[in-house]
């Protein structure tokens, strides 16, 4: 069954530096979502991007975090300098379309990011 | 997206059916139910969706009532692997993000 992947599993940061989050969605998939959930709180929506643009992004979502889909098959999350607040488990998810009549997304692992 | 409302815990014995209810009274008529799973920090899992009829898949069974304000996930077999945190979530329509909740922890019990 085809599946999300997602790289690293963890990364440990000093606050400051540059982090890049790698994903690998589902290969026909067209939309692509990164979600991040801190520890003991809930899943937040961070960003969606289909045809190689954002397509909406959250509050949290600020200048400091970018994605790009730069090969056609990785999708990845950069956070330009990380904060102490970044630390959280990062999901990356995957749909075949978009809209709400069907919006099976399929999640990743996640990647724990630590920030010391 | 339209405010949803789920019991935040719940216990079901190892092979009874489990019975998830979630309430969405603001719910738009060209809106979907979603039903998703955490298992133990894993990343989410899809389960089942639907708009207005009843739906069934090899996970589960979403139930929603006629008026549309409220839902209920069925597990017919609910086992030990099947304890996690279970959100209902209605998106706004022509919206792709999903807005998770705190969801019903649900403990299958031996």
């Known amino acids: 069954e085809p599946e999300v992947t997602q790289t690293p599993s963890h990364q440990v940061t000093q606050m400051g530096q540059e982090v890049i989050l790698r994903c690998v969605p589902i290969?026909?998939?067209?939309?692509f979502y990164w979600y991040r959930q801190i520890l003991g709180q809930k899943v937040e929506f961070l960003v969606s991007?289909?045809?190689?643009?954002?397509?909406?992004k959250s509050e949290i979502f600020d200048d400091q975090f970018s994605v790009e889909r730069p090969d056609g098959s990785n999708f990845t999350l950069k956070i330009r300098s990380t904060k102490l607040e970044d630390s959280a488990m990062y999901f990356c998810?995957?749909?075949?379309?978009?809209?709400?009549?069907?919006?099976?997304?399929?999640f990743g692992p996640g990647t724990r990011l630590t920030v010391l | 997206d339209a405010k949803t409302t789920q019991p935040t815990s719940m216990d079901c014995a190892e092979g009874r059916a489990a019975n998830l209810p979630c309430n969405h009274s603001?719910?738009?008529?060209?809106?979907?139910v979603y039903w998703y799973r955490q298992i133990h920090s894993q990343g989410p899992q899809y389960i089942i969706h639907?708009?207005?009829n009843n739906e069934t898949n090899e996970m589960a069974s979403l139930i929603i009532t006629e008026d549309r304000k409220s839902s209920t996930l069925i597990l017919p077999h609910a086992t030990l692997r099947d304890t996690a945190v279970y959100y209902c979530?209605?998106?706004?329509?022509?919206?792709?993000?999903?807005?998770f909740g705190t969801g019903t922890r649900l403990t299958i019990i031996p």
């Open positions: 639907g708009l207005k």
């Open positions: 998810a995957s749909s075949a379309s978009g809209g709400t009549d069907y919006n099976e997304q399929f």
């Open positions: 991007f289909y045809n190689n643009e954002i397509s909406e």
């Open positions: 603001t719910i738009s008529g060209n809106e979907y």
């Open positions: 979530i209605v998106p706004n329509f022509g919206n792709e993000k999903l807005t």
């Open positions: 290969s026909n998939h067209l939309y």
